[in-house]
């Protein structure tokens, strides 16, 4: 069955008649979930399912955004607590073993905790380069401040994850460290020139180009396209995110509805399709929006097609896990940063 290229959330805790007509009809090539989708792991488990049904695909990609720290859907009491990426950071400076240790850990048990769900994305890792000055929305969700480091640990990131049977999506690609406002509310605006992103938020991202799907930044790049954010730039998807980078797996976008973009819901999804994404997100549930994302968005064909069956393709069985014993390695290894 073919596909449309767009990703969809749902309002609740499970579908509704008019969610699952509107699956039914229009076939989004997968979804993604929110504290509002979560109550208990029964529950969870079913939503998945019934979305599954519904599209009538069986392995349909289901999402979420579980990084650890306050970047998590999936919480207490039902699910353990993570630590945020800056504690892998902060462990690497003491020893950079034990902090890709961590952090591979952390990410293997987070996909242990996903695929209990049958949830098979996680939207991570971050390879995001903070900068003094930039807005909090990145802030201790980043790994570090050096592009080499942040690289080193995402790739432990992923590592734990593919491990799990859990496919990555690297983000905020091109990079969001800059920015200085949060792009759910606005749009940032970033007036650093090429050499140096070239040198420092670009190079975080070239070393992790292999990895099967990556989400786009709403962010500005003046230097670049000054009237564009990244996800409605074709300059900066052609020359910057497939070019400098060299990311040839399946781009999606950062949520449509977040108000750094411009427009309506309907001229927003032109713009991204237009510009070269490969699958357009849309997170908020309403159905209203889900119709014009839907109306807005092609077949998925050509080659968007060919990077969406390859990263699925690459998703691998889980690995066995001792559960007990890698929370308590993981415990331990996160607990060298209080006494160090």
Not at 67 to 87: K, N
Not at 95 to 120: C, E, K, V
Not at 153 to 172: D, F, N, S, W, Y
Request: aromatic letters at 4%; proline letters at 7%; glycine letters at 8%.
């Amino acid at each position: 069955m073919s596909s449309r290229a767009f990703i969809t959330g749902i309002s609740g805790l499970e579908l509704s008649a008019a969610e699952r007509e509107f699956i039914r009809g229009e076939r989004p090539w997968g979804f993604i979930l929110f504290k509002r989708n979560i109550d208990t792991p029964a529950q969870v488990a079913s939503l998945v399912e019934q979305l599954r049904e519904a599209v009538g695909v069986a392995g349909a990609p289901v999402l979420i955004d579980q990084e650890g720290g306050r970047v998590a859907r999936l919480g207490p009491p039902h699910w353990p607590v993570y630590p945020p990426g800056a504690a892998f950071g902060a462990l690497y400076d003491i020893d950079p073993a034990l902090g890709l240790a961590a952090a591979r850990l952390s990410s293997r048990l987070i996909a242990a905790d996903l695929i209990d769900l049958g949830i098979t994305v996680d939207c991570l890792p971050l390879a995001d380069v903070p900068v003094a000055g930039a807005d909090a929305v990145i802030g201790n969700r980043a790994y570090g401040t050096e592009p080499a480091k942040v690289a080193a640990i995402a790739r432990a990131v992923t590592e734990g994850l593919v491990q799990g049977g859990v496919l990555p999506v690297l983000k905020h690609i091109p990079g969001h460290g800059r920015a200085t406002a949060d792009s759910h509310f606005g749009l940032p605006t970033v007036d650093t020139s090429r050499d140096e992103l070239n040198r420092t938020d670009f190079a975080a991202f070239l070393p992790l180009a292999d990895l099967p799907m990556a989400m786009t930044a709403h962010v500005v790049f003046s230097a670049l396209d000054p009237a564009q954010p990244a996800t409605t730039s074709a300059t900066i998807i052609n020359q910057v995110i497939r070019g400098v980078i060299g990311f040839q797996g399946l781009l999606m976008s950062d949520d449509v509805s977040m108000n750094a973009l411009a427009g309506t819901i309907a001229e927003r999804t032109r713009a991204i399709v237009n510009a070269g994404c490969d699958m357009v997100l849309h997170c908020n549930g309403k159905l209203d929006e889900m119709r014009d994302v839907a109306r807005e968005t092609p077949e998925l064909t050509g080659e968007a097609l060919a990077r969406a069956k390859r990263a699925l393709a690459s998703r691998r069985q889980p690995q066995p896990l001792d559960r007990p014993a890698a929370r308590a390695e993981l415990d331990a290894l996160i607990n060298r940063v209080g006494t160090a």
